[in-house]
């Protein structure tokens, strides 16, 4: 299976798309602040794709945009949390409360 993540801006949204398909696979849910906050609410991974790491490869590629364009975090999806906790790369991501 080929697949591509997007930004879809105007939604708010990081989506893992079946690149075939066109089927949303995995997405995580955002909401921006002033100051380049972004408060990740939400991320799903469609029940017959869980366990494949698809949330992880959403909430990689999210990081990877907020931290190209110096923002900040406020991960209030306990599944953006937990990926930022385990991983010390993203720490500094984190803003503070």
């Known amino acids: 299976m080929s697949m591509v993540i ?5 939604h708010h949204r990081f989506e893992l ?6 089927e949303v696979l995995a997405f995580a849910d955002y909401r921006p602040f002033e100051g ?5 609410h939400h991320t ?5 794709h869980r366990g494949q790491g698809l949330a992880g ?3 990689t590629a999210a990081l990877a945009e907020v ?9 209030t999806c306990w599944y953006v949390d937990g990926f930022i906790r385990d991983h010390p ?3 500094d991501l984190r803003a503070q409360r």
């Open 17 to 22: 798309v079946d690149d075939k398909s066109g």
């Open 57 to 59: 490869e959403v909430v």
């Open 89 to 91: 790369e993203y720490h």
């Open 6 to 10: 997007r930004h879809d801006e105007q």
């Open 36 to 40: 380049g906050v972004w408060e990740f």
């Open 67 to 75: 931290r190209a364009r110096g923002g900040r975090v406020v991960p």
């Open 44 to 48: 799903v991974t469609q029940p017959a």
